[in-house]
T-cell receptor, first 117, second 113 residues
Framework: AQKITQTQPGMFVQEKEAVTLDCTYD???????LFWYKQPSSGEMIFLIY??????QNATEGRYSLNFQKARKSANLVISASQLGDSAMYFC??????????????FGTGTLLAVQP | ETGVTQSPTHLIKTRGQQVTLRCSSQSGHNTVSWYQQALGQGPQFIFQ???????GRGNFPPRFSGLQFPNYSSELNVNALELDDSALYLC????????????FGAGTRLSVL
């Protein structure tokens, strides 16, 4: 079964510090994609970063980086230099690529990040 | 900010009624996916449309139906509303040319009384 697990319901971090949000996934497919989204209290799901299963290097987007460890099936999000505006719910998601068929995302339960001044 | 827009932003309905939610996809995106997000949970996939055809469906009953139009905008229709249908409904657009990354709108918050 395909599944995303986020074991941290909530996290605190001091402003300007780095924080790691954990994500593990389960799939028997060889081709898949991993995503992180940010959801502020307003509700919009904001795309942060993407990692393909065949990508050899870890993805980076500004202050966001994805620590991809394929053998351990983990895809942790690292946010460097946290800002107050980073306070939000963060979701890890997986997309399984199956020859052009359904391109759905499977989401974890999320981690609520609070950045403290 | 994405180019995906959803309307309305909020909606209140009573049990048994029908509702239509709308989504305009980002320019150049031909695929639209719909998700239901109950309070305190991650989004659950409802269905997806690609070039006006349904391209996969999640574990939702037939009273959840959809459409995609030639301009790739989409509608989600829910008949015979139940209390458990109260949720945030998210629409996402994507295209193969953009790694199929799904970009979401701000959602429609539906309350069923």
């Amino acid at each position: 079964a395909q599944k995303i697990t986020q074991t941290q319901p909530g996290m605190f971090v001091q402003e300007k510090e780095a924080v790691t949000l954990d994500c593990t996934y389960d799939t028997s497919d060889q081709s898949y994609g991993l995503f992180w989204y940010k959801q502020p209290s307003s509700g919009e799901m904001i795309f942060l970063i993407y990692q393909g299963s065949y990508d050899e290097q870890n993805a980076t987007e500004g202050r966001y980086s994805l620590n991809f460890q394929k053998a351990r099936k983990s895809a942790n999000l690292v946010i460097s230099a946290s800002q107050l505006g980073d306070s939000a719910m963060y979701f890890c998601a997986m997309r399984v690529l199956r020859g052009g068929a359904t391109n759905k995302l499977i989401f974890g339960t999320g981690t609520l990040l609070a950045v403290q001044p | 900010e994405t180019g995906v827009t959803q309307s309305p932003t909020h909606l209140i309905k009573t049990r048994g009624q029908q509702v239509t939610l709308r989504c305009s996809s980002q320019s150049g995106h031909n695929t639209v996916s719909w998700y239901q997000q109950a309070l305190g949970q991650g989004p659950q996939f409802i269905f997806q449309y690609y070039r006006e055809e349904e391209n996969g469906r999640g574990n939702f009953p037939p009273r959840f139906s959809g459409l995609q139009f030639p301009n790739y905008s989409s509608e989600l229709n829910v008949n015979a509303l139940e209390l458990d249908d109260s949720a945030l409904y998210l629409c996402a657009s994507s295209s193969r040319e953009d790694k199929n990354i799904q970009y979401f709108g701000a959602g429609t918050r539906l309350s069923v009384l």
